[in-house]
């Protein structure tokens, strides 16, 4: 670890508040992702010069902030920060996190025709029977945090395959070539247990939280246009909902 100044007393910052930039900092300047473990709090002393007391007072506030964690026996570790999701949105997944998120890339894992296949069918209401699968991991600085499987009738969507590269916009490719206007979406949420795919494509385990988001989003005339399955992993994201109050 890289050493640190140690807090200054005669600061009109906080001591506590010091220490938690301090180790802010430790981990920025050493490259500490999710899940790196943190010096113990004697180590912690050392570095800043300060007493156990202020240590742990910084740690709790970094935890309650979603910061780090701290696990019972084994020591305290750098959290992976979440994405926020708007629940109601009818945006593309990477379009509707926080207006924040400057960091997030996509990644085409593989894309191929689907034929008459009756779930995926069903949510097109029968009336599709091809379609081009989208399968795409999404991630950031700390690694990827979901995997979306989405599925495009082709007769919607005719010669919309080599379009679809790891920087296009499926939504925006929707809107401007297709000229395409979302009307309305549904959307299943549930916990699931992840399949070896999913371990593989998010580096979890099979016993991590993950969550299914199943969403059919409707066109003008009030039929399907488009249908995804994507899937979360459980300790990187937050959903939340924001809608206009009426009596």
Request: charged content about 30%; proline content about 3%.
């Amino acid at each position: 670890m890289n050493n640190h100044n140690s807090a200054n007393a005669e600061s009109p910052v906080l001591l506590y508040e010091q220490i938690k930039a301090g180790i802010k900092e430790l981990i920025k300047n050493n490259n500490l992702k999710a899940g790196h473990k943190l010096p113990n709090e004697s180590e912690l002393c050392e570095i800043f010069n300060v007493s156990r007391i202020t240590i742990r007072r910084a740690i709790k506030e970094l935890g309650e902030e979603g910061f780090i964690e701290v696990i019972r026996g084994k020591g305290t570790f750098v959290k992976a920060s979440k994405k926020d999701l708007h629940l109601l949105n009818l945006k593309g997944f990477t379009e509707g996190l926080s207006t924040e998120e400057n960091n997030i890339d996509k990644e085409v894992l593989y894309k191929r025709v689907i034929v008459d296949d009756h779930d995926i069918s069903k949510a097109f209401s029968y009336k599709e029977t091809e379609f081009l699968e989208l399968v795409r991991v999404v991630k950031d600085a700390e690694g990827p945090f979901s995997v979306d499987y989405a599925y495009l009738p082709l007769s919607v969507y005719p010669d919309i395959e080599p379009l679809l590269t790891n920087s296009a916009s499926t939504f925006q490719l929707i809107r401007e070539k297709y000229k395409i206007k979302f009307t309305k979406v549904k959307k299943e949420i549930e916990y699931v247990h992840p399949s070896s795919d999913i371990c593989r494509y998010l580096g979890i385990n099979k016993t991590s939280s993950v969550i299914l988001v199943k969403k059919i989003i409707y066109g003008e005339t009030d039929q399907p246009v488009h249908y995804s399955k994507y899937y979360l992993a459980g300790d990187r994201v937050k959903f939340y909902i924001e809608s206009d109050y009426t009596d």
